[in-house]
């Protein structure tokens, strides 16, 4: 139990944020794999809804003449799970949470889902232990160093909503998305009147998206 306390007080330090409540920084790292009746899904649902408000809410102050499309897009890129899976990694949280043994022998990259969901439990915690201001205050440090690069001037477009809009000016059929997993993580699959595309990635929107990325390029280099 010592043990336990060191590692959850290492944790605050690298989160920046000191619990008085303990025991909510130790709900949200159970995994549903390692509970049923105790782990983080509530938290990383309540979690979840703060941390696109308080970016939602940033955004809109930052950037006062954008449209809603793109004040979106602008969100999705900071809180869409690679971003929130690449945040968890650089706060080392695979090392605190608390899977089953079936779940902790999974690859890394099967383990993504787990750190984005962890992410937002985290946050959900900070909430129920403090109040919104302090929250926000915790969300905008937290991605202080993506909030300083992001800018109206980037393209936002992932290949997805690309393919997407594309297909749409056409009045083409959308594409459907047949993702499966792997044991490197997961492979995606579209049909389209071009062809079969495929591709591979470390998450579900990953593989999604190099397969739409394959596609366009097919369908960019077929009307060249």
Partial sequence: WKNKIMELITLEKKLQYR?????LLKLSLIHKSSSNSKNNERLEFLGDSILNSVISKYLFSKFP????GLLTRMRSSLVMGDALTKKAQNLELNKFIILSKGTANLSESRKYSILEGTIESVIGAVFLDSDWDTVSDFILNLFAAELIKIGINQEYRDS????????????LKLPKYDTKESKNGFICKIELAEGSFFASGNSKRQAEIAAAKNALEQIKHTNA
């Fill in 19 to 23: 619990f008085k409540d303990i025991e």
């Fill in 65 to 68: 003449n954008e449209k809603e």
């Fill in 160 to 171: 997805k909503t690309e393919l997407q809009e594309l297909l749409q000016s056409k009045k």
